[in-house]
């Protein structure tokens, strides 16, 4: 089996075959990632395919050190949100301390959920919240990278997230309390 950098560098040198081994080891995971964030399977496929075209001209640049995953992933995400501005997705600037729960807050009970379920709540929040807590929690990007991503404010990340985290928190209650 060859080991990703010599794909890497094998695409550097001009190989065909080399796209076809990197895009068949890293499509799925970045597919993944970009289905999180639009929700929408055909404008996930058409973002999946950008990325890798996208990634493919650009692998003269891609550094030594970087790994072609993160990298691909990091271009996904990044067309991910330009898609999601272009639907005109707002997100809003609040006041700092409006709305924001600290996590000592949270009631103690313990739930038990499937991941099926808890993916279920996270793709009904809103297309803000999911957004910051898809990029938060599950690609684990800094909240003052997420902020500079999104063009907001820290503070604006941080409410959201914690906004998104309660809304699927009440969601899973709320599902559990209707199955009862």
């Known amino acids: 089996m060859i080991k990703q950098e010599d794909l890497v560098a094998m695409c550097k040198s001009g190989d065909q075959k080399s796209y076809t081994g990197l895009y068949n080891a890293h499509a799925t ?3 993944n990632t970009i289905l999180r964030l639009v929700k929408y399977t055909d404008e996930a496929e058409d973002i999946l395919q950008e990325s890798f075209v ?12 970087t790994g072609f995953r993160p990298w691909v992933k990091r271009i996904a995400i ?6 999601l501005r272009k639907r005109k997705l707002k997100f809003i600037e609040l006041d700092s301390n409006y709305g924001v729960v600290e996590d000592d807050c949270i009631d103690e009970e313990t739930f ?5 379920t808890i993916s279920e709540a996270i793709a009904e ?35 959201q997230y914690h906004r998104a985290k309660h809304k699927i928190l009440n969601i899973l209650k709320e599902g559990a309390y209707r199955e009862k």
């Open 29 to 31: 995971a970045v597919y």
């Open 54 to 65: 996208a990634a493919f001209q650009g692998i003269l640049g891609l550094k030594e050190n």
């Open 78 to 83: 990044n067309k991910s949100i330009d898609l």
């Open 125 to 159: 929040l809103p297309d803000a919240y999911r957004t910051v807590f898809n990029l938060y929690v599950i690609e684990n990007i800094p909240q003052a990278e997420i902020a500079q991503i999104l063009g907001i404010e820290h503070t604006t990340v941080r409410t």
């Open 112 to 116: 038990e959920y499937t991941m099926d």
